[in-house]
């Protein structure tokens, strides 16, 4: 298994300046990690790690080839509790994500329901926001078969940050092959799941890893938070058992995971060494 890092290492840098720092750190594979539709105006000053998704997919592979970096995965996360709107990251930025992704060669595009903002999203029942993810998922996991790549849940929100809801969604949708998951550490142990619980039902579902640990500070959040975004301390140092995640999926098929850890060098690098001990 890879072991990449996100594009996130240098604050309101460029993808290429973020490309120099992880070949520097001895990295040579990250996610795509930040996408946009259309046009960035920060992107376009050179002050984001953004990747438009209207961009010539094959320029950004060569952009990555030319610091020997293997783009891992296009991460689209979405909001598909929000009502549609054109304004809101959501089904056809996912479509145009598998269309991106497919044709440079990236196998996974990572995306999520994420936590309801609006007050209408708020209100929604269970059987609701199951409904709705997947209505939301439907076309895109449809396209994403045909295109030969996969759309992967990140528990990032309250259906993907329980098992039984990222079950409920993936029976809504006729368990397709092109729909998988991308197992977050720290996102589903902050939703109130045990990420080694979710790795084993879903073992054989889980195509890509975002790796991170965090400290006892966040275990009162438990449950009632849905993501924290990045940790910014060396796996093994806090209170997630990345070693049982690891004793789980040592053995899968898994091509590609990500550091989701901002950090300094040193702590990516310890995290790495982590990971290593633990038998990846």
């Not at 998922?137 to 994403?144: D, E, G, H």
């Not at 092109?178 to 977050?184: E, K, M, P």
Request: hydrophobic content about 40%; charged content about 20%; overall charge negative.
């Amino acid at each position: 298994m890879k072991i990449g890092v996100f594009l996130l290492i240098e604050p309101f840098a460029s993808v290429e300046t973020q490309l120099q720092c992880a070949r520097k750190m001895g990295f040579d594979s990250a996610d795509i990690t930040d996408t946009n539709s259309g046009a960035s105006m920060l992107g376009t000053a050179g002050f984001s790690p953004t990747v438009s998704l209207d961009d010539n997919p094959f320029e950004v592979k060569r952009l990555f080839e030319k610091y020997g970096i293997s783009p891992s995965a296009v991460c689209a996360h979405a909001a598909l509790l929000e009502p549609s709107s054109s304004a809101v990251f959501s089904s056809a930025e996912i479509m145009k994500a598998v269309q991106f992704a497919a044709a440079i060669g990236i196998q996974d595009i990572v995306t999520t329901e994420t936590d309801p903002r609006s007050e209408w999203a708020q209100s929604l029942s269970y059987q609701e926001q199951i409904f709705i993810t997947a209505e939301k998922l439907q076309v895109p996991v449809k396209m994403a078969a045909d295109y030969g790549v996969r759309i992967l849940l990140e528990p990032h929100g309250p259906v993907s940050c329980s098992i039984q809801g990222l079950q409920d969604v993936f029976d809504r949708l006729g368990n397709p092959e092109s729909l998988g998951v991308n197992l977050d550490t720290g996102n589903s142990w902050l939703g109130g799941t045990d990420p080694v619980e979710m790795a084993r039902v879903f073992k054989d579902k889980i195509h890509h890893i975002h790796w991170k640990d965090l400290e006892a500070e966040w275990e009162p959040k438990r449950g009632t938070l849905y993501g924290c975004g990045f940790s910014t301390i060396a796996l093994g140092d806090g209170v997630i058992d990345i070693k049982g995640v690891c004793e789980v999926l040592k053995d899968s098929d898994i091509a590609g995971s990500t550091l989701e850890i901002i950090g300094d060098e040193d702590t990516l690098k310890r995290s790495v060494n982590y990971l290593h001990e633990c038998g990846l």
